[in-house]
């Protein structure tokens, strides 16, 4: 908890990125460019959104993937070198189908079909963590080419996976047993009391490219995180089975998930955690002022493309139109020198969006 009387001087990232960002003029003098973003994905297959963050798992209807990845970076560019400060979230949870649906079913207590089996198969990773980055970029007539390395000091370690079955006794009763092994900042599973939180120091690398080719084609192209690892200390674990042979029940007669543990909790000396890379690439195409647009991402083995078209205005400012079919979202971008803001859902109404990204950019 910080003390009343320091709270003036703990500036977080957000203060900054506005601060420094609009103090273009002032660093311009000395051949000094500012740069900054702000990315945030987030995709709920099985429910919307806001119902994750308020009642996980009260809407699973189907889907097997929830993913976060937030990005805030700030930093400086001089002759090509790059040097930034980053505070980084990222979380990837990937569910079997079958185990969503039954699970939406139990906590909406709508009624289960007795003796029906359900696998249940739970993969979880994330953390969140602060970085210092060092780069480089070479710029070209027709584009730039850059890469960099990044020291991360992480926090909030979420790894591991849960294997199981899950079985309809009655309509209003199921048993579950599964294996268990996964380290932690909080024990979500069977909340296990006065935790101490790990610390993680790690390293990720970066590439990305731009280029045009004659007047009418640009191209982009970037890559994330690769050959990154988190080497965390003294982290929170359980390795164990797991069962609801004491069952407690609500007042209409539901079965309540309380499960018994078995095994081992503890603390591991070192735990290695590897990060997906993630790529994204795109092409765009001009034919007087209209725009054609084709990109794709991939990320935790997880891959998509969009399609779309914008405007090119006098002044060279860009506008676009993209849809991303299988997140079915629609995304609006506004590109102005070195601006670009970029918003995209696939619905109008929040409680309903279940794929969300929101993008501010300039000189990235």
Do not use: C
Request: no cysteine; aromatic share 14%.
């Amino acid at each position: 908890m910080t003390a009343p009387g320091n709270r003036k001087k703990r500036w977080g990232l957000g203060p900054a990125f506005f601060f420094v960002i609009g103090s273009t003029n002032a660093w311009a003098a000395h051949a000094v460019e500012l740069f900054g973003r702000f990315e945030s994905q987030i995709v709920s297959e099985p429910e919307p959104i806001k119902t994750t963050i308020s009642d996980w798992g009260s809407e699973f209807t189907g889907g097997e993937r929830q993913w976060l990845v937030n990005h805030l970076e700030v930093g400086a560019r001089y002759h090509g070198i790059e040097i930034s400060v980053q505070q980084r979230l990222l979380a990837d949870l990937r569910m079997n189908r079958e185990a969503t649906e039954q699970w939406g079913r139990i906590e909406r207590k709508e009624p289960l079909v007795p003796g029906e089996r359900v696998p249940v198969r739970v993969q979880v990773d994330g953390f969140s963590a602060q970085a210092l980055r060092l780069g480089y970029r070479h710029e070209m007539a027709s584009g730039w080419i850059g890469a960099g390395v990044s020291l991360l000091w992480a926090r909030h370690v979420m790894l591991g996976e849960l294997n199981g079955e899950l079985l309809a006794t009655d309509e209003q009763d199921f048993d579950f047993n599964a294996d268990v092994d996964y380290v932690y900042y909080r024990d979500v599973l069977f909340d296990r009391p006065d935790i101490q939180k790990a610390d993680g120091l790690g390293w990720a690398v970066d590439l990305a490219a731009r280029w045009q080719i004659g007047d009418r084609w640009r191209f982009h192209a970037r890559a994330d995180d690769l050959l990154a690892k988190i080497r965390w200390r003294d982290a929170p674990f359980t390795r164990a089975t797991a069962n609801t042979d004491n069952k407690s029940y609500d007042d209409d007669g539901y079965a309540i998930f309380d499960p018994i543990l078995t095994g081992t909790e503890g603390y591991r000396d070192r735990v290695y955690q590897a990060i997906d890379p993630r790529y994204r690439a795109g092409v765009e195409l001009s034919e007087g002022s209209w725009l054609a647009i084709v990109r794709a991402q991939y990320q935790f083995g997880y891959g998509f493309a969009g399609v779309g078209g914008g405007w090119q205005y006098a002044d060279g400012s860009r506008l676009r139109v993209l849809y991303w079919p299988k997140l079915e979202s629609v995304g609006v971008e506004y590109e102005r020198g070195q601006w670009r803001f970029g918003l995209s859902l696939d619905s109008p109404q929040w409680q309903e969006v279940q794929a969300l990204g929101l993008t501010v950019s300039r000189g990235y």
